[in-house]
């Protein structure tokens, strides 16, 4: 057959598939669109139609698993901000009643404009663009403090050492949010990655896996590779977010092997990604990576990942299990999308990590620590590192001279019994400090308070 005759049948042939697609997406379409027009036309209240669309939307994704969502144009720039982490704002950590009276800064970010406009850990924010902020919460003052890129925001402050309040202008700009941190913040806000209980011992803690995650994780771990005698990566209390970015952070940690395997309905899903022969830390460096309850998705392909391939000992509780993964397909010229679960992922021994509802505990699922570093822990006793955590990354506990909780690790039973193995991998455990003679009923009071 002529070429020209077999890339015109090609070409038809291209065109009626894509006619096919098309007739079954209106199919389902029109009756939609029908629908929402004559509840429109016909109802005997008025209704908006976009509000029909979403009620759609949400019935749609309704049958399909928990992990599927329709996001709606009032969300969709709160959902890339999370996972682009960036938005439009001027960079200060807040907190706000009922914790403290009034609204209070916890931190500038480092680099912000509010940072260089001066904003220091501990001001009180009487008024934000002429409005009070008495009894306003931290999530309506995040609202009214975000805006346009270059526009500016007035806060009238209240300073710590001083009774005099001080009107500062503002500019909005694009800030990027940190989700990896270290064990404790210094007086200028940056991190400092060893614990002080032992110094060679380095400690990276990871909330969220991001487009950012990636290279910060990188950064932490150049500033401690030359010093570090072990590692310590936290990721309790981490959802997941960028299946990407864990594979890539992996991939740091090991030089060989496979780190993680997919596989969907389509074979287009099924994928397999293995190491590459370099790493960014010495693979000698011992390592222990801390999990619990409430460790999700990308948090348990970096765990399972280094537990299977021999790179670091599991501590804590047992995973979440969630074994899925989802994609974004954006809708309506990028203001709406649609995240549905497209394949599941499964460890580099192939076991799987995905809960369903009827799983029991002796089911195979989830990243389970590693029996000598099994540490269950009491809601009260997670309420104690939640409170160490807020202290370790307020600054204003530096500025006062107040230390977190003594003795060492007091309100962290999972980070003490990794530096336990820690110690007994690197040897010379360090000799305990006078404080360290208090009893843990009163080491949990002070990590109450």
Known sequence: MPLRNILTLLAVTVVCIACAIQARTMRYGSKVGQAIRMVEDYYINEVDPQDLYIAAMDGIVSKLDQFSDFIPPQRYKEFQSTIEQRFGGIGINIEGPPAVNRLTVIAPIPGTPAFRAGIRAGDVIMEIDGTSTEGLDPTAATKLMRGPLGSEVSLLIKRMDSAESVLLSIPRADIEINSVYGDHILEDSSWDYFIP??????????????????????????????????VVIDL??????????????????????????????????????????????????????????????AAEIMAGALQDLCRAKIAGTRSYGKGTVQQVFELESDTSALKFTTARFLRPNGKNIHRTESMKEEDEWGITPDPELNVPVTDLEQGYLARRWQLRGDPRAVVRGQQPPEPPF????????????????????????????????????????
Not at 237 to 252: I, K, Q, R, T
Not at 412 to 430: R, S
Request: with cysteine; hydrophobic share 40%.
């Open 410 to 449: 007091a309100g962290d039973l999972q980070l003490a019994a990794a530096v336990k193995y820690l110690w007994e991998e690197i040897g010379e455990q360090p000799k305990p400090s006078s404080s360290a003679t208090k009893s843990s009923e009163q080491a949990q009071e002070e990590a109450a308070k």
């Open 197 to 230: 209980e032992d110094r060679r011992i380095a400690y990276i803690r990871i909330t969220m896996f991001g487009e950012r995650t990636v290279e910060e994780f990188r950064r932490a771990l150049h500033r401690v590779r030359d010093d570090a005698k072990a």
């Open 236 to 297: 309790r209390f981490n959802p997941g977010g960028v299946l990407p970015a864990s594979v890539e952070m992996c991939d740091m940690l090991v030089d060989s092997g496979v780190i993680l395997r997919t596989k969907g309905r389509r074979e287009f899903f099924d994928n397999e990604f293995v190491a590459e022969p370099s790493v960014e830390i010495d693979k000698k460096i011992p390592m222990v990576v801390l999990v619990n309850g409430d460790s999700a998705s």
